[in-house]
């Protein structure tokens, strides 16, 4: 079945910095997304890339639909503490979503 | 607006019982989906529903189903609970099928003991 393979596991950074995290999959995708989940709630949507190479910003995130349409990365720039978090990458196919395992921000005071 | 509600928050059961979750989609949403979400993991995709008809199964034992009724709402049930099925189950809604505005409610946390 489809995997999505996210890197790094987990992140620990200082207020400020800026943030790089990326998705590879086994499979194509049509469309890729990228969700932020907080403790006690449910994923919420960042973006959405719905074509290869597309590259798409919402505020200070900006994510990038690969070429191959098997990868995709998500960068923050100047990171905040409410930026404290578990993202994921998702691959869309039709209905079904596929997650990858997601990545943990911590950020140091 | 109210977003997606799910009931209950949490809940235990033990092992061999069965549990039924309940979600409220966002008003003028038809598509349901549901997704199992072990600690440390991502979700994982169990079921789609479109118009009260599944369009979407995963790789899930039987003992999993699901149904939409006709004000769009759904149930999970989940028959002979094992441990292994103590997970955040989340439940999303859109308005159309295959579309990428999905919507996650907070989840229900099962515990099977």
């Known amino acids: 079945g489809q995997q999505l393979n996210q890197s790094p596991q987990s992140m620990f950074i200082q207020e400020g910095e800026d943030v790089s995290m990326n998705c590879t999959s086994s499979?194509?995708?049509?469309?890729w997304l990228w969700y932020k989940q907080e403790p006690g709630e449910g994923p919420v949507l960042l973006i959405a890339?719905?074509?290869?190479?597309e590259l798409t910003s919402n505020g200070r995130l900006t994510a990038q639909f690969g070429i191959t349409r098997k990868d995709s990365f998500l960068n923050i720039s100047a990171s905040i503490p409410s930026d404290v978090g578990i993202y994921f990458c998702a691959g869309q196919l039709d209905d079904k979503i596929i997650f990858g395992k997601g990545t943990r921000l911590h950020i140091l005071p | 607006d109210a977003g997606v509600t799910q009931s209950p928050t949490h809940l235990i059961k033990t092992r061999g019982q069965h549990v039924t979750l309940r979600c409220s989609p966002i008003s003028g949403h038809k598509s349901v989906s549901w997704y199992q979400q072990v600690l440390g993991q991502g979700p994982q995709f169990i079921f789609q529903?479109?118009?009260?008809?599944?369009?979407g199964r995963g790789n899930f034992p039987d003992r999993f189903s699901a149904r939409q009724f006709p004000n769009y709402s759904s149930e999970l049930n989940v028959n002979a609970l094992l441990l292994g099925d103590s997970a955040l189950y989340l439940c999303?809604?859109?308005?159309?099928?295959?579309?990428?505005?999905?919507?996650f409610g907070s989840g229900t946390r099962l515990t099977v003991v």
């Open positions: 999303a809604s859109s308005l159309i099928t295959g579309g990428p505005g999905y919507t």
């Open positions: 499979s194509i995708f049509n469309t």
């Open positions: 890339l719905y074509k290869a190479g």
């Open positions: 529903y479109y118009e009260k008809e599944e369009r």
